[in-house]
């Protein structure tokens, strides 16, 4: 992690090196943009962020991007909120991603997999007949571009179909997952009013089922605007009165119109996890994500016709739309419908054997519950396709990296790891996947082109080898071009550009190291600040989960009104585990020896669980608002918490130590 220690976990060989698309694309916009035919990947990353204008030129013509009307400039204004891109240029997202069915027709454009595990390919022929009758039927419904279309869907082909249906007519897309509740699907669709309504009747998890007939009919109700909805009958379920059946829709042999739209037009809304008030409702525009997908899946992912692209999501979640991008790249999109875990912890590199794939991306809590369960994916699964596991929504912890890496090197395979961080905010990474790179242990491999990611201190001042603000200093193309029911742009201004004016401040504690790598610590808002110096919440999960004792953590940093400060550590036990002094000394002894004497918790307290947001991260922020007194429903939005009962333990707490 620091570079005292550069020896890497990982090389690339020189053959993948030399056939990496990022180094062909290098090459290319040496010869014709003046990128630099030198110095490898960090010279390109500081052309792509110096030359911002000429390195989305070049991404666009890479990737053959089809502009049916020219562009006047690439960037019309470049400040932060507000940037415009492409100015007068138009094309359609939904065109692009369908573009393979012109040459690979009877090919495997998705391959959907369910708990039985066994895959179902939908050519991509197929996938463009569908998507052409769907979109004739949502204009023969009345969808105009820029009107909403929502869906209550799980990780099915039915979900894909819909959202480039809904692009290919200029609408918007939005969606949940249907393990979300209504109050919590309603705080998201009722801010953007859709007009059609796609859901299933329910949906298979963890080896049951789950009837959503009543949650679909609640939402009817809810949601007024609605001048259809669609039946998917996932269970075999007829559909409800009123509904119109998916099959009737999608029945026809049509090819599809693709609305021209202009570059920023809205392409889908995307909530934030919403822990305070509702949801934040992202919008992202039709070209900002095109270009940066194409960007992010075809260079630094180095996806193409050859693969097959397996990430473990839901709908409710980014990585679901930018799993979809992977059709841009001509790609086949792996979909699993299930449980993680189903019907054991292995169950994610099953479908990866099964499906194919050649990069699997999953949790970073994922891969530490493989490894705390002794799973052997390597051994136990044929898993020689896998070139790159890539993980996310936390960040990958030491152990993590070795145990992967072990795993596979014991098979003789030559395991790329990329642990990527981004955010719902932008659909993308900041930092991660290279393929021309090393990996180091616990480290990200380089920020993302055209992201110029630095760490600052709070005066805005640039830091290398130490913990400060993630920030991004020049606008990316797929940053929101607004949020929804934000008329004057205040929330969408406060939630980014607060701290430091004109520059985007995520909310990570990150640090740049010297030789250009990226290491996460976690959120910056709930960051540990003790004795002034400053901790992220992931150093200590990653050394006290370790501990076969501890299924789970959440540590806090709470400043008191005399000044003091209270850390306490909340410990869910693994089964048959007691907390008793012998554990609890273990605890401060390990995060001791492997952090810091800072890093030991004034108290460790056992809980009956963990909260989560509804996208299954940890809920910070929230428990140290109730642990200094605000009450529960001004501390959390109840509608985006896994289990609110468990937030009432951390209130019950607070009442107890006043």
Same mark, same amino acid.
């Given at each position: ?142 969808? #105009? ?85 669609? $039946? ?60 940066? $997908? ?187 071009? #607004? ?39 976690? #959120? ?9 110096? #400053? ?124």
């Amino acid at each position: 992690m620091t570079p005292a220690n550069p020896s890497p976990l990982w090389q690339p060989d020189p053959e993948s090196v030399a056939r990496a698309q990022i180094t062909r694309f290098q090459a290319w916009a040496a010869a014709h943009h003046g990128a630099p035919a030198e110095g490898g990947y960090a010279a390109l990353h500081r052309w792509s962020v110096e030359q911002l204008d000429t390195f989305w030129q070049a991404v666009s013509e890479w990737f053959e991007v089809r502009f049916s009307t020219p562009y006047a400039r690439v960037l019309g204004d470049r400040s932060m909120p507000g940037a415009r891109w492409f100015p007068g240029a138009t094309l359609n997202y939904a065109e692009h991603a369908l573009r393979a069915a012109d040459t690979r027709a009877g090919e495997p454009a998705l391959l959907y997999v369910d708990e039985t595990h066994e895959p179902r390919p939908v050519t991509w022929s197929e996938l463009r007949r569908q998507v052409g009758s769907l979109a004739d039927e949502l204009r023969a419904l009345g969808v #105009r571009p820029g009107d909403r279309v929502s869906g209550y869907l799980p990780n099915i082909p039915q979900a894909v179909v819909a959202l480039l249906a809904t692009a290919a007519v200029g609408g918007v897309w939005t969606s949940c997952a249907p393990d979300f509740g209504a109050r919590s699907v309603l705080d998201r669709f009722q801010q953007v009013e859709p007009v059609v309504l796609f859901t299933v009747d329910g949906y298979r998890y963890g080896g049951k089922v789950h009837d959503r007939r009543d949650t679909v009919a609640e939402l009817r109700r809810a949601l007024p605007t609605l001048r259809a909805v669609v $039946h998917v009958p996932l269970l075999g379920t007829e559909a409800p009165e009123g509904a119109l059946h998916w099959s009737a829709l999608t029945s026809a042999d049509t090819d599809p119109v693709f609305e021209q739209v202009p570059f920023d037009h809205p392409l889908w809304v995307l909530y934030s996890s919403g822990t305070t008030g509702l949801p934040k409702a992202i919008v992202q525009s039709q070209g900002g994500i095109l270009v940066e $997908h194409l960007k992010q899946l075809g260079l630094h992912c180095d996806l193409g016709p050859g693969d097959r692209f397996f990430w473990y999501t839901s709908t409710g979640w980014m990585m679901w739309n930018f799993l979809v991008s992977g059709l841009l790249t001509g790609a086949t999109v792996v979909l699993y419908d299930g449980s993680p875990g189903h019907p054991d912890t292995g169950a994610q590199w099953r479908v990866a054997e099964r499906t194919g794939a050649t990069l699997f991306g999953t949790s970073a809590a994922y891969v530490m519950a493989c490894r705390k369960a002794g799973i052997r994916p390597a051994r136990d699964h044929d898993l020689s396709r896998v070139r790159c596991v890539g993980t996310t929504g936390s960040p990958l912890p030491p152990d993590g990296f070795r145990w992967l890496h072990d795993e596979f090197a014991e098979s003789g395979a030559d395991l790329w790891i990329a642990s990527v961080s981004g955010g719902t905010d932008v659909c993308s990474c900041f930092a991660g996947a290279v393929p021309t790179l090393p990996v180091h242990i616990g480290e990200l491999q380089a920020p993302s082109l055209g992201t110029d990611l630095r760490s600052w201190d709070p005066n805005g001042e640039p830091l290398v080898d130490e913990v400060g603000e993630l920030v991004v200093t020049n606008p990316m193309p797929s940053m929101p071009i #607004r949020f929804w029911n934000d008329p004057d742009g205040s929330r969408y201004h406060d939630s980014y550009f607060d701290t430091y004016p004109g520059v985007w401040r995520h909310g990570d504690w990150i640090t740049v190291t010297s030789r250009g790598s990226v290491v996460i610590h976690g #959120r910056s808002d709930s960051t540990l600040n003790r004795q002034g110096v #400053r901790m992220g919440s992931a150093d200590i999960y990653e050394a006290v989960e370790r501990l076969p004792e501890i299924k789970e953590s959440l540590v806090i940093g709470v400043e008191e009104p005399d000044g003091g400060y209270w850390m306490p550590l909340f410990v869910q036990l693994a089964p048959g585990a007691v907390l008793d002094e012998a554990l609890r000394h273990r605890v401060r002894h390990t995060l001791r020896e492997e952090l810091s004497p800072r890093h030991v918790p004034d108290e460790i307290i056992e809980v009956p669980g963990i909260p989560h947001t509804l996208t299954g991260k940890r809920i910070e922020v929230p428990v140290k608002r109730l642990l200094q007194g605000s009450p529960l429903e001004k501390a959390v939005n109840p509608g985006s918490v896994d289990d609110l009962d468990l937030l009432r333990f951390y209130e019950e707490l607070a009442h107890k130590r006043r």
